[in-house]
């Protein structure tokens, strides 16, 4: 039997209209159908797996209810449609109600009537099978560790964080830098949960203005502001039962964030312009490329929505700290690229690769994937060399040690360079660079005396 062929079963012990029945089936190529005389003989060629069974409703040794009953215990994606004589329509119609497909009563129609269902059917069937493929699809792009390419110490943490919030319904929260791969953990969390079959609604926080995330996230009603011409549907309801992804969750106005935390402490959201309380059962996660605890302490972000968010911390290493991983990724981006364009993979000379190794990526695993997918284009042979490789800015940590300096004056270097790419943040720099924030302010401090 092809792939494309649909097993049909019949079930009548009215030889001739089993006949009818098979004959009328048969007609069509994709149909396999195997008759049979009584209930016993189906159920023993059950784990054949037919998709579709139909079952007359009196039957020498089974009445229709209880067959019905033991095939969908069997395999309760089974269809069963129910052909029964005039007088068992009512009871016809309690076994719709408990999950059979459709039900045709013995009429002198019921051929044309039975290829027509079978025709719905089919189309039902194709369409859940392409539904089911489009998710195995989706689950094997997001599968986790075959996505998150690495093999880093501080990648294989991550994977052990994400295995636990695969398995446990908590809140996470995703912090890392620009670039370093927050959406894309997301998914793989989402789509290796039990909520995988429901929908991801990600929302950028910092890409919708001020004044309408209320209505993006709670929905509005018609006529509750100037334009809302008719009620709209916020992304928490969007989301429910999957999970809202709510990236960049630092750059949300303080103002909104009371309503943020009512409605998950409540699980329940007002829509603007409404009265009415809506439950909301979708799972949070949020992501930030920003400190903070800074921020709770700048009075920029509510401390008690932070430790309603904080949940299961998930921290995304900078590429610069995840040592051969860069080279990982760099073949991987290559190879993908190559089978995007129907391309042969280009490989990297071990210039091209130290090259690589030495650039500090401020942009990480996304300007990675730029460098490599150009390099790609450049690259005249088939391997890639040094000066197939670019970089859209200059690494400045590189530049620093090209010149002759005083160990004093290399060292003030890379702490402005480090401030500047950390905004400031003393503490953070001090651990990146392993110091005292004592010994920053100090050496800052004789910075400024000295050009005094």
């Known amino acids: 039997m092809s792939n494309q062929s649909f097993k049909v079963f019949v079930v009548e012990d009215d030889e001739w209209y089993r ?28 784990k054949q797996k037919p998709q579709l069974v139909t079952l007359d409703f009196r ?14 215990a069997e395999d309760p994606s089974i269809e069963v449609i129910i052909i029964s004589e005039q007088q068992d329509i009512e009871t016809a119609i309690d076994l719709l109600k408990k999950g059979a497909y459709d039900y045709l009563t013995k009429t002198e129609d019921i051929r044309d009537r039975l290829i027509h ?10 369409l859940e099978e392409r539904v089911e493929t489009l998710q195995e699809e989706v689950e094997k792009k997001y599968d986790f560790q075959a996505n998150m390419i690495g093999q880093s110490t501080g990648i294989k943490k991550i994977f052990r964080l994400v295995e636990k919030a695969i398995t446990n319904n908590i809140t996470v929260m995703i912090t890392g830098e620009t670039g370093t791969g927050k959406e894309v953990v997301a998914k793989s969390i989402h789509y290796n949960s039990k909520q995988k079959a429901k929908p991801f609604v990600p ?12 209505s993006e996230l709670f929905g509005h009603e018609k006529g509750s502001f100037t334009g809302a011409t008719g009620k709209h549907i916020g992304k928490f309801e969007q989301a429910n039962g999957g999970t809202l992804f709510l990236d960049e969750i630092g750059e ?7 309503k943020l935390l009512r409605a998950l402490q409540e699980r329940e959201i007002t829509r603007v312009g409404g009265s009415a309380a809506i439950k909301i059962g979708c799972r949070v996660i949020v992501a930030t490329h920003r400190n903070l605890q800074q921020e709770v302490k700048d009075g920029n972000f509510r401390e008690d929505l932070y430790y309603r968010l904080f949940g299961l911390p998930i921290e995304l290493p900078p590429l610069r700290e995840r040592d051969k991983d860069v080279i990982l990724l760099a073949k991987y981006f290559a190879e993908a690229f190559a089978k995007e364009n129907s391309q042969e993979v280009k490989s990297f000379s071990k210039e091209a690769l130290r090259k690589l190794m030495n650039y500090s990526f401020p942009g990480n695993i996304r300007e990675l994937k730029s460098i490599v997918e150009l390099a790609m284009v450049m690259a005249d042979e088939s391997e890639i060399t040094p000066d197939d490789i670019t970089f859209a800015q200059k690494d400045m940590l590189a530049d620093v040690l090209t010149e002759e300096m005083s160990m004093r004056e290399y060292q003030m270097r890379i702490i402005h360079l480090y401030i500047k790419r950390y905004d400031d943040d003393i503490k953070l720099i001090a651990d990146k660079l392993d110091i005292g924030q004592s010994t920053i302010y100090r050496l800052l401090k004789e910075e400024k005396e000295s050009s005094q």
Request: hydrophobic fraction near 40%; charged fraction near 25%.
């Open 19 to 46: 006949k009818l029945l098979t004959h009328t089936l048969s007609l069509n190529p994709d149909y396999v159908v195997k008759a049979f005389p009584d209930g016993q003989s189906m159920l023993s060629e059950l």
């Open 59 to 72: 039957l020498p040794d089974y009445s229709g209810a209880e067959l019905f009953e033991k095939i969908k």
């Open 117 to 126: 269902v079978l025709n719905k059917l089919g189309k039902n069937k194709k």
């Open 203 to 214: 929302v950028n926080m910092s890409a919708i203005p001020k004044d309408l995330v209320e």
């Open 252 to 258: 949300m106005d303080i103002s909104l964030q009371a």
